[in-house]
């Protein structure tokens, strides 16, 4: 057996299959009418033994796809597999969490992924009106979304996050602030809200090139942005990251890993792993990366490692997308371009750290950029 990685804390586990594609969605997946449980849990594992366990973990994500699709056994399977048994037996004093469809979300699913060992949902709500819902290619519709949370709240499940889509194109006629109050309503721990992308080779890609439908305005996404920010703060939810609101206490901690640098392996088609300095990726098709397991070679597509120029612009990059922003060193205070920025209203400083403003974070990319050329970057 082979050791690719270094230990880690932070594992995450791609299950590709879904039903059918949304409009907007360019994910690595696999459409199936019936998932190949078995099958795909035998290839993560004959992965990980190629890899070598990750030992004791911090937290464990199953992200796709479509992970609610598996059976709630195959899912304890897994993670009695992935888990060292001291782990297994106190899942509670580890993160684990399970991106779920709201269609597949019912007490007795709900019920036997907290016995599995699952204390954190997170929904693909997307929308509370139906006819966007429909747009997107959903399978559910609103209601399904609060019988979801109704379903892990009975359970047991309080930690649950709701994913919302902004910024859809105008001929929707979408009520972002309806569909906020709906969401705010069911008293989620922890939302995740995404502008909408128009990504190559998708429905709405090819929608909007037929003339279906147009593009989101870029008014639009800054508009409903900064509305989300003013609404979301209002009922206790603070943004700790760009895309990321929580009430206290329930930050998503596999995701903070990420944008603090820290180490993860991946587990299963397109599942990228980073160990400090080198990032890899598996092969993205979930054929292509099941043969390759099959026949005992290594699922890796590719891998690059940072040069120290690279590693400081993501640090900045991972510093200022996170609430608690950058170190402002004494080297990088008085440089003109801060200054231009903090007076623009882009950025702020706090207990010596320079912060984006929801304005800031509205123009992340661009800030970084400017940032990074006059930076000395300490986190
Ligand atoms: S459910 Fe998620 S992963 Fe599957 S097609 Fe829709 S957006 Fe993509």
Redesign the pocket.
Known sequence: MSNDYPVVTHLYVHVPF?V???S??D?S?AIRKRIPAQEYIGTILNELTRVGSPGEVDTIYFG???PSLLPPDAIGRLLRELLPRTTYDAPRTIEVTLEA?PEDVTPEHAQAWLAAGINRVSL?AQSFDDAVLKWM??SHDAARIGAAVHALRGAGIENISLDLIFALPDELQRDWERDLDMALALRPAHLSLYGLTVEPRTPLDRWISRGATHAPEEERYADEYLFAHRRLMADGLFFYEVSNASLPGFRSQHNSAYWSGQPYVGLGPAAHSFDGTTRRWNLRAWEAYRRAIAEGRSAIESEEKLTEDQRETERTYLALRRAEGLAATPHCRPLPPIAALVRAGWLYEHAGRLKCTPEGWLRLDSLVNELAMHTETQQ
Do not use: Q, S
Request: proline share 0%; charged share 20%; glycine share 20%.
């Open positions: 879904c059918r594609r949304c907007y969605c994910f997946i796709g796809g479509t469809n693909g290619h959903r």
